[in-house]
């Protein structure tokens, strides 16, 4: 099975902060990944695709790069609606799998 | 608009059974890949079981594979999860999700408790 590995665990920001996240495959998945957000309570959002594609109406300061084993979610300018679990997917080969999540909390 | 709801989940004892159902509707059910997900009490997110649009390839994670069959009835618009054996371990929300690799849409889940 394919690990997916993020980092931090979690991250305290501010408002209007550029946030990083990154998510590293255990072997290499070529452009195979997404990324999700989940708020509390709620299922997740897809954001990014492909490792790079702007999921449909997601707001454009989500930003997804990378390839191989090495990915990284942007998030250029913090909102208030962007506190919440980030995880990301690797849908290279079953069985697909998750990351483990990455907090973004209010600093 | 498109639409995921799951029922069927609730309280069931170690060793017992319970099947999950997720009702489509606002896409073309038949022509889409379906998947199970599930999410234990304040944990991360584990793929559970995927089936093909015609329902002639299914995968299983190991974790629930030979407890658990997915399935479809693409004539009412629905997928199932027919989950036995279960175990404490199994305790999650179980959320039905649209996917062919990406989860574009999602249920609002449901949740299965196993206790005693």
């Known amino acids: 099975d394919i690990q997916m590995t993020q980092s931090p665990s979690s991250v305290s920001a501010s408002v209007g902060d550029r946030v990083t996240i990154t998510c590293r495959a255990s072997?290499?998945?070529?452009?195979?990944l997404a990324w999700y957000q989940q708020k509390p309570g709620k299922a997740p959002k897809l954001l990014i695709y492909?490792?790079?594609s702007l999921q449909s109406g997601v707001p454009s300061r989500f930003s997804g790069s990378g390839s191989g084993t090495d990915f990284t979610l942007t998030i250029s300018s913090l909102q208030p609606e962007d506190f919440a679990t980030y995880y990301c997917?690797?849908?290279?080969?079953?069985?697909?799998?998750f990351g483990q999540g990455t907090k973004v909390e209010i600093k | 608009e498109v639409q995921l709801v799951e029922s069927g989940g609730g309280l069931v004892q170690p060793g017992g059974s319970l099947r999950l159902s997720c009702a489509a509707s606002?896409?073309?059910?038949?022509?889409?890949?379906m998947n199970w997900v599930r999410q234990a009490p304040g944990k991360g997110l584990e793929w559970v079981s995927y089936?093909?649009?015609?329902?002639?390839?299914?995968y299983y994670a190991d974790s629930v594979k030979g407890r658990f069959t997915i399935s479809r009835d693409n004539a009412k618009n629905s997928l199932y999860l027919q989950m036995n054996s279960l175990r404490a371990e199994d305790t999650a929300v179980y959320y039905c999700?649209?996917?062919?690799?990406?989860?574009?849409?999602w249920g609002q889940g449901t949740l299965v408790t196993v206790s005693s």
């Open positions: 999700a649209r996917a062919g690799h990406y989860f574009d849409y």
């Open positions: 606002g896409f073309t059910f038949s022509s889409y890949e």
């Open positions: 089936i093909s649009s015609s329902g002639s390839t299914i």
């Open positions: 072997q290499g998945i070529s452009s195979w």
């Open positions: 492909a490792a790079f």
């Open positions: 997917q690797q849908a290279n080969s079953f069985p697909w799998t």
